[in-house]
């Protein structure tokens, strides 16, 4: 009575020509399919075993007034979608069904459909049965959908992460408290049993300053998602690609790569290339990782994406989580 994996991500938008072109052109997505109705209009766009469905039209109307661009579906896969669902309904959430599946309350507006494991097989509409198809090959470097990060309201975070493990059997993997000045955030990392689904619960600390997430709150109209974290096999090709091709990415500051020298002098060969693109590097038991996050490309700031390339870290460093946050704080600042 779990998740298995993440089967895709729908996000409603306003243009979403323009959206698609971002995806494809800078990020190197592939259209495979489109579907039509009298109330929305849908493309699949796909990436390794990354699939994105892209969507727009006058069922998107509320959803985009009150949060704009974003993410309106996590959609998740599971071995028996009837226990799946029956456990969500019992961890507190709303289910309905559409073109067949259980969908079930999330977070804010956000909400899960669920699929059978088998789903590439499922012929529910023509963007779905899409899915059948292979993995795509492409240049733009992105294998799949390694994480999900998730602002929640503060004070709702223990809520949350209680609702995901009763609900979708998703447990607690790691925390992270960071406190950057006058502000202050907590982490909680879930995850499923196969670690193919990977959500990052963030909220603000309600006893501090006001800071980055209480503004993505009230941009977003809520909780919603932050960004969208891309694995790739190597994080300095593709961003040099990406940064060709468009993407804006968020700026390190120089002190950072003179303090990773000093933390990491087994990386001493990979500093300058990491100083020159940006990159965040960091550690946990298992290896290294290394991060770097775009600015957001919607127009009211929210959603931004993730670029993320493990050398056999499975979990997220201490130290980029703040620098993430630290990154994230000043091109706010920047940008009042």
Avoid at 20 to 46: I, K, P
Wanted: aromatic fraction near 8%; glycine fraction near 10%; include cysteine.
């Amino acid at each position: 009575m779990s998740a298995q994996s993440l089967a895709y991500v729908e996000l409603y938008v306003g243009d979403s020509p323009a959206v698609q072109d971002y995806f494809m052109t800078a990020m190197g997505f592939t259209r495979v399919a489109e579907s039509v109705t009298d109330h929305r209009a849908s493309a699949l766009l796909r990436q390794g075993e990354v699939d994105l469905v892209i969507t727009s039209g006058p069922a998107t109307a509320q959803f985009l007034n009150e949060h704009g661009d974003g993410v309106a579906d996590i959609a998740l896969s599971c071995d028996d979608v009837s226990a799946t669902s029956a456990a969500a309904r019992a961890a507190g959430a709303d289910v309905t069904v559409v073109d067949g599946q259980p969908v079930v309350s999330g977070f804010g507006a956000v909400r899960h459909t669920l699929v059978p494991a088998d789903f590439g097989r499922w012929p529910a509409n023509p963007v779905r049965a899409a899915r059948s198809g292979a993995p795509t090959e492409s240049d733009g470097h992105v294998r799949l959908l390694d994480h999900v990060a998730i602002c929640v309201a503060g004070g709702s975070l223990q809520k949350v992460v209680d609702f995901y493990g009763a609900g979708l059997g998703l447990a607690p993997f790691s925390s992270e408290y960071v406190d950057v000045g006058g502000q202050a955030m907590d982490s909680v990392v879930v995850r499923s049993a196969s670690a193919g689904v990977t959500f990052t619960l963030v909220a603000p600390d309600l006893a501090r300053n006001p800071g980055q997430l209480d503004a993505f709150l009230e941009r977003n109209g809520g909780p919603g998602v932050q960004h969208l974290a891309f694995l790739v096999d190597d994080i300095l090709s593709a961003v040099a690609q990406f940064r060709e091709r468009g993407v804006t990415f968020l700026t390190t500051p120089r002190s950072y790569y003179d303090m990773l020298g000093e933390r990491f002098p087994e990386m001493a060969s990979d500093i300058g290339a990491l100083r020159a693109a940006n990159v965040l590097a960091d550690r946990d038991e298992w290896g290294f990782l290394l991060q770097l996050f775009s600015r957001s490309p919607h127009d009211r700031n929210t959603l931004f994406y993730e670029l993320i390339q493990r050398r056999g870290s499975r979990g997220f460093g201490s130290r980029n989580i703040r620098a993430l946050y630290e990154a994230v704080e000043r091109d706010r600042l920047v940008a009042e």
